[in-house]
């Protein structure tokens, strides 16, 4: 593919080398009522013979590179040059002799100098190969740095996925820890139908987790069904205290979020709000667009002072949505309506 992309850069050029050349010598030869076509048809064979020449240097240069020079390289590509000159100044001479570009002023055999014509074309060659070998050299320069950047774009994004997943990883642990501990105390506390329920749970949103492994974003709707699935499970444990609701506006449920990336801020609303209260309290989890953005809002009963120091869960959110968007994308705590309120805005992409 490359080498038919330098070709076709070639062709294109000779052509118009050859045109443009033709043009010149038609305007200084006005006068002489020379033929048009057959004029502009002389220039475009001579140079587009150059086409071979071209591919010829290009191989030669990949072969006897002249960066850094070296006295075996720059010979060959002298005899290159020189051959490739004489041989193209005899080529100009015959399509000279066949197509009679100038009619009846055009010279016959018996009328060339040869070693005049080579005299005066050879050292034209020489400069049309410098020329092309140092665009042959720009175009491979140009390649490689192309390639570097792809490469380095690519790894780029390696390591951002390799960071992501790590994160993510690092999260489940702490997830788990935290279930079974609750799942712990509620068999402690004689309450088994309800770690029954929990365990069903936690089965589910494992299933979850594992299903998506290695996603780095997921529809709104799948994360909110995993939402609504650990709300139902962690209501097991509060029956009495606690209350929730998820509410997803029309159309948001496609838009593409990164993976459990609302699974550590409904954990934190339950643990440090509705567990630490003695009174009955609230979960709402609301999400929408708003021209290009998404927001998502989760408010919760309690205080921010219940969670004074900022956990590996709200760490691990911070760094994985700097990771994914860079300041595209905000997210922050604060007190509201004597509760606490997370909110979280992301650009808009939506699955197809």
Request: with cysteine; glycine share 8%; charged share 15%.
């Amino acid at each position: 593919m490359k080498t038919r992309h330098f070709l076709l850069i070639a062709a294109a050029f000779w052509t118009v080398f050859g045109i443009v050349t033709g043009i010149l010598v038609w305007i200084s030869m006005l006068s002489h009522g020379h033929s048009v076509p057959r004029l502009l048809g002389y220039f475009l064979v001579v140079w587009l013979a150059w086409l071979v020449p071209t591919y010829a240097i290009a191989r030669l240069a990949r072969r006897f590179p002249v960066v850094p020079p070296r006295p075996s390289s720059v010979l060959v590509h002298v005899a290159a040059a020189t051959g490739i000159a004489i041989a193209h100044a005899l080529y100009e001479v015959a399509m000279m002799l066949w197509l009679q570009p100038y009619d009846r002023m055009t010279s016959n055999l018996s009328q060339v100098n040869f070693g005049s014509v080579l005299f005066s074309r050879v050292p034209l060659e020489w400069i049309l190969y410098c020329l092309v070998l140092g665009g042959v050299l720009a175009f491979e320069y140009y390649q490689r740095y192309h390639e570097r950047a792809l490469l380095a774009a690519q790894l780029e994004r390696s390591l951002a996925d390799a960071k992501l997943h790590a994160l993510e990883l690092q999260l489940q642990p702490h997830f788990l820890f935290n279930t079974l501990n609750a799942i712990a105390g509620l068999v402690r506390s004689g309450r088994n139908e309800q770690a029954v329920t929990m365990i069903a749970g936690l089965a589910d949103l494992l299933r979850y987790s594992l299903d998506h492994a290695g996603r780095q974003r997921v529809p709104l709707a799948e994360e909110m069904d995993m939402v609504e699935r650990y709300l139902e499970i962690e209501n097991a444990r509060f029956p009495d205290r606690m209350s929730f609701r998820v509410d997803v506006a029309d159309g948001a449920g496609r838009a593409l979020v990164p993976n459990l990336i609302l699974q550590p801020l409904v954990e934190n609303a339950v643990r440090h709000g509705i567990a630490g209260m003695a009174a009955a309290g609230t979960i709402a989890v609301e999400a929408g667009r708003v021209g290009d953005r998404l927001h998502i809002r989760l408010r919760n009963s309690g205080s921010l002072a219940a969670a004074p120091v900022e956990g590996i869960g709200l760490r691990n959110t911070r760094e994985r949505l700097r990771t994914l968007y860079g300041d595209a994308a905000v997210f922050g705590l604060a007190a509201a309506g004597g509760g606490v309120l997370a909110i979280l805005d992301l650009p808009w992409e939506q699955t197809s």
